[in-house]
């Protein structure tokens, strides 16, 4: 089972339209959540991180977690073609190697003009 | 306030000959950790280093791959006698301690191409 989940997509929405995007984690222990944003050939480029249960909103991103449920989510609003690209959940894990991230395997977005 | 630096940028080998990839972490940060993406796929971990320590190899191949980050310079990911399927996009990140609670920081990646 893998330890973060998310739909590969491809994600479409048209234009100006809320795209959402969902992440599940197993670790109930996990305290800290990112979301990545990579562009095709490009690297991985942290865009927004939640630590609390609830909505932290910033611009046209909101990220939203949930703890007992174990998912978290991306929201953006106002979605524009600019928006399209791969978008990394990851979420801290404590092992014996100490305090690391897992990625999921991320969900692509396409945003239609 | 440079960030994480990796170079070269891009890499062509010969089957057969020695890949080095060289990443330097932002200022500050003190572990750096290592990805591979083959085209169209997810990052795949590879290693963890911290100052003349590896922490976590679990995701790098038995044989031919090795890390290290010495006390002075950079952190290199070293490929013995390279196969075409090393061809992939190499991704160093960096963090400050405790990285899992503050995220990573990326470098721009090294693309590897073995001919």
């Known amino acids: 089972q893998k330890e973060v989940e998310q739909n590969s997509g491809p994600l479409s929405v048209p234009e100006g339209a809320i795209a959402s995007l969902n992440c599940t984690y197993s670790?109930?222990?996990?305290?800290?959540f990112f979301w990545y944003r990579q562009y095709s050939g490009k690297s991985p480029e942290l865009i927004m991180f939640?630590?609390?249960?609830g909505d932290k909103e910033d611009g046209r991103f909101t990220a939203q977690l949930n703890k007992a449920s174990q998912y978290v989510s991306l929201l953006i609003r106002d979605s524009q073609p600019s928006d399209s690209a791969t978008y990394l959940c990851?979420?801290?894990?404590?092992?014996?190697?100490?305090?690391?991230?897992?990625f999921g395997g991320g969900t692509r977005l396409m945003v239609k003009p | 306030n440079a960030g994480v630096m990796q170079n070269p940028r891009h890499l062509v080998r010969r089957r057969g000959q020695e890949a080095r990839l060289r990443c330097s972490p932002m200022?500050?940060?003190?572990?750096v950790y290592w990805y591979r993406q083959l085209p169209e796929e997810g990052l795949k971990f590879m290693v963890y280093?911290?100052?003349?320590?590896?922490?976590?190899e679990s995701g790098m191949p038995k044989e031919r791959f090795s890390a290290e980050f010495p006390k002075e310079g950079p952190s290199i990911l070293r490929i013995q006698q390279v196969v075409r399927g090393d061809s992939a996009a190499y991704f160093c990140?960096?963090?400050?301690?405790?990285?899992?609670?503050?995220?990573?920081?990326f470098g721009s990646g090294t693309r590897l191409t073995v001919v």
């Open positions: 280093l911290q100052k003349e320590n590896i922490i976590d």
């Open positions: 200022k500050g940060h003190s572990h």
């Open positions: 939640i630590y609390s249960n």
């Open positions: 990140a960096s963090s400050p301690a405790g990285g899992g609670d503050y995220g990573y920081t």
């Open positions: 670790d109930r222990g996990s305290q800290s």
């Open positions: 990851a979420v801290n894990a404590r092992n014996n190697a100490g305090n690391m991230l897992t």
